[in-house]
């Protein structure tokens, strides 16, 4: 698998923070870039997935499924069935709030609103270039965690790197929070800033 440069960026960043040279090539055969191909989408994902980032967010009507695919039940509570688009990681708002939903197995959403169904969701980025770098910076690390349980012998330095990989992303979220409105959607009161609740 051939890196992007942006990629190739982070990647590159994961190792520095392993303190091991990169792969000279991110399209080689080498195993060090096989681990960092198959475990950089991991890296992405949970970094997207742990909020809901203003640069990663989107917004559109889906519509409902004519039939259900071959060997999928309907469901009684969940009439209505809609497909999610190929670059969806996490949902963030169902209709107006008031839409009983599901995501299941399949990978389709049940819910009780007919289409066109408004949802807005986390997507899965194609161009890393347009990422904040203290973002990108968290994806390197969180890609160093996962490749360093095998690359690093000692726990005490595993260790580290997860506290810094949680630190720094908990700082791409305060970057993140002025792309927003402060108010919240759970109903309660504004008592600080979100991002400190946050438990990762």
């Known amino acids: 698998m051939a890196f992007s440069a942006a990629t190739s960026i ?11 040279a990169p792969p000279s090539s991110f399209g080689d055969d080498s195993e060090k870039a096989r681990d960092a191909a198959e475990m950089y989408p991991l890296a992405m994902s949970s970094c997207l997935a742990a909020c809901d980032w203003s640069f990663a967010s989107v917004s559109v009507s889906l519509p409902a499924l004519a039939a259900l695919p071959a060997g999928i039940a ?18 963030q708002e169902v209709g107006d709030g008031d839409v009983d939903f599901r995501i299941d197995a399949s990978g389709l959403l049940r819910a009780d609103a007919p ?3 408004r949802v807005r969701f986390t997507r899965r980025l194609s161009n890393e270039a347009i990422l ?15 490749l360093g349980n095998r690359d690093i012998g000692t726990t005490s330095k595993l260790d580290r790197l997860e506290q810094l990989a949680k630190m720094r992303l908990q700082d791409a979220m305060r970057g993140d929070r002025g792309n927003a409105s402060s108010q919240r959607y759970d109903g309660r009161d504004d008592d600080g800033f979100w991002a400190d609740e946050v438990t990762l």
């Open 74 to 91: 309907a469901e009684d509570a969940y009439p209505y069935s809609y497909q999610l688009p190929g670059d969806f990681v996490k949902m």
């Open 10 to 20: 982070i990647v590159a960043q994961a190792f520095r923070y392993l303190e091991l």
């Open 115 to 117: 289409a066109p169904l």
């Open 132 to 146: 904040p770098a203290d973002f990108q910076d968290a994806v390197a690390l969180r890609l160093a965690c996962y």
